[in-house]
């Protein structure tokens, strides 16, 4: 701690002239510190986002007589928008246990001790603090010989060595004129915000993988019913076969091909049940516990259908887009940036105070006010010449603000393609869905007379078998064609800001 001891018998000095000379001297000095400050770089580029949304999307989607509506399925809770109870309690077991928003939250916590931190920079620094110690002079010195001659009172002299006791508090504060600190301490607080708008986007984006591998899980179990139908329509044929051939009416190769059929789609259930054994254990991994069988409903997948889905207009997605709104922060955050750093090309002003007691005798510490110590002070600093430093810092955050300047920009600009692909893909599934429908429907037909036909000798059965197979695949071509549109409406559904909290 360092004192200023101000003596009661200190001389004062009362010569105007030296008084007017040296305030002219400190006028000069703080008009140069000022000028200093001019040489401020230019900045470039822009200072502001420039992108505008279009009126609507494209698409036949939510639009009434051509116009464009405002309801938007953003608005619509996950739990509503996801009418499962199972798959609704997953999701809440991995938002209490992911282990990535855990992480987030933590991040979320450090960003608010920063605004702590910068908030505390620009209020008053109080310390208070003691010291004691002993000190030997030599009379061979300055201190030494002032020492030998001054007495302390009549009679007597200062002791040899010298002890030291102190008892002071120190005050220093920075006058916050240019608000350097205060945005600062703003943008910590921005950022602080953004961190949170980021958690809820981790939100949204892990609401839409559980829910996109549980539709998953539902698929797999869909393939494997058809797997299981197959294999039992195939089984049947191969007993006619086996039959036919025993009444000399088929022969070997009827038996043969058939079996090779059945055992083929036995080994894919296995590769199925390996699917579905990771795609539990990812669902399990997503929910921050140990691989375990995951609950699910046994619907008519083919069938399943969700909440309708409304995508209102662009603008929206500014509100509702957590991502969009984090990058929106860290803008206003690097514009204060800028600031900060161009405040430190002007004169700071700090304010010291010093109050304390100071004596070689601990009897004689807090007689007042002989023993008392205080000193008052201000510094004026400002950079004058090697300013290179303070340039770059300048620059950088200048760099800093374009770069989240266009980052804000390619969000929204991703923010809007995702809305379009994940529509307009919905959309269109669904209408191979129905195609394929109408194709799996004259298939099941094709089976059915081929093995009527084949049962009563009038194909062969090769026909039976292709027809099978050809039914097989169409099946598992449905499936997997619903998969991509229940996939396509969650991350829909998720692009449009909806998922979070």
């Known amino acids: 701690m360092n004192l200023l001891v101000n003596s009661s018998n200190a001389k004062r000095t009362t010569n105007r002239a030296f008084t007017n000379r040296g305030l002219k001297k400190t006028a000069a000095l703080c008009a140069l510190m000022l000028l200093g400050g001019c040489g401020i770089p230019k900045l470039r580029g822009p200072v502001a986002p420039s992108s505008t949304l279009p009126d609507h999307f494209d698409g036949s989607v939510n639009l009434t007589n051509g116009t464009p509506t405002a309801e938007n399925s953003s608005y619509v809770g996950w739990r509503v928008f996801y009418d499962d109870p199972i798959l609704v309690g997953l999701i809440d077991q991995a938002i209490m246990g992911n282990q990535e928003l855990k992480i987030l939250g933590e991040e979320v916590a450090i960003a608010y001790n920063e605004i702590q931190a910068r908030q505390g920079e620009y209020l008053p620094f109080v310390s208070f603090g003691s010291r004691a110690g002993l000190e030997k002079s030599s009379r061979f010195s300055r201190n030494g010989a002032v020492e030998e001659f001054v007495p302390f009172r009549e009679g007597q002299s200062l002791p040899d060595p010298y002890p030291e006791f102190m008892v002071a508090a120190n005050v220093r504060w920075e006058l916050d004129i240019w608000k350097k600190l205060r945005n600062a301490k703003n943008a910590a607080a921005l950022r602080y915000l953004g961190t949170q708008e980021g958690r809820n986007y981790v939100i949204t984006r892990l609401v839409a993988e559980v829910t996109e591998s549980y539709y998953e899980l539902l698929a797999l179990d869909a393939r494997m019913d058809v797997l299981d139908a197959t294999i039992q329509i195939q089984e049947q044929s191969l007993e006619f076969a086996q039959a036919m051939k025993d009444a000399a009416r088929g022969t070997e190769l009827a038996v043969q091909r058939f079996t090779a059929e059945v055992a083929k789609n036995k080994s894919e259930k296995f590769i199925i049940q390996q699917d579905i054994i990771e795609t539990e254990n990812h669902i399990n991994f997503l929910l921050g516990r140990f691989p375990q069988p995951v609950e699910r409903m046994k619907p008519d997948y083919l069938e399943l259908n969700l909440h309708a889905l409304n995508v209102g207009i662009p603008a929206q997605l500014l509100q509702n887009r957590p991502d969009i709104r984090e990058a929106e922060r860290e803008l206003e955050a690097a514009g204060l940036d800028v600031k900060v750093a161009r405040a430190r090309f002007y004169p700071s002003i700090a304010l010291t105070a010093d109050v304390g007691y100071l004596a070689f005798n601990a009897k004689y510490l807090f007689s007042s006010p002989d023993s008392l110590i205080y000193n008052v002070a201000g510094d004026l600093v400002a950079p004058l010449i090697n300013k290179k430093a303070i340039k770059a810092d300048y620059m950088n955050a200048n760099a800093r603000q374009l770069q989240a300047v266009y980052d804000y920009q390619q969000t929204i600009l991703m923010a809007f393609t995702e809305v379009i692909n994940r529509v307009s893909k919905a959309e269109n599934y669904a209408q191979s869905i129905e195609i394929k429908k109408q194709q799996l429907a004259a298939l099941d037909s094709s089976v059915e007379n081929a093995t009527n036909l084949f049962q009563n000798a009038r194909a062969e059965y090769v026909?039976?078998?292709?027809?099978?197979?050809?039914?097989?695949?169409?099946?598992?071509?449905?499936?997997?064609?619903?998969?991509?549109?229940?996939?396509?409406?969650?991350?829909?559904?998720?692009?449009?800001?909806?998922?979070g909290f």
């Open 463 to 499: 026909e039976v078998l292709l027809a099978q197979r050809d039914m097989m695949e169409a099946r598992m071509v449905l499936i997997e064609t619903k998969k991509e549109q229940l996939s396509a409406i969650v991350n829909a559904y998720q692009a449009l800001g909806g998922g």
